[in-house]
């Protein structure tokens, strides 16, 4: 398996019903998706959360890592690694930062 489901489900857990939350199978991980808006995900080795370029800052300042899968970061991503995903505050605050981000960002592929 290319991820932990036990993280995939905490992070089901922490993400809770929304309407127009969706997952795909992207970044040979799971990724969850608002409206085709990517929200965050988890990967073989832990979590990453799109809080977007405004928020990125607050999100590292909480903790997260830039993500950067080719050695580049990624703006307007970061990650975590699967002991700090232990972490229930940090994971509330990112996935609370990357569901804001999502929100404010048009729905993409005529998702509602």
Do not use: W
């Not at 909480?62 to 972490?87: C, H, N, Y």
Request: charged content about 25%.
């Amino acid at each position: 398996m290319a991820y932990s489901e036990h993280m995939a489900e905490t992070m089901r857990a922490d993400l809770g019903v929304e309407p127009g939350l969706s997952e795909k199978k992207m970044f040979g991980g799971l990724c969850f998706l608002l409206h085709g808006n990517m929200v965050c995900g988890v990967h073989k080795d832990g979590a990453m959360y799109r809080p977007g370029k405004e928020r990125e800052a607050e999100a590292l300042d909480a903790g997260a890592q830039p993500l950067s899968f080719t050695g580049r970061p990624m703006g307007g991503m970061v990650e975590i690694d699967g002991g700090a995903f232990e972490d229930a505050n940090l994971r509330a605050k990112l996935t609370a930062l990357s569901l804001a981000n999502a929100a404010s960002l048009p729905p993409k592929g005529g998702r509602s």
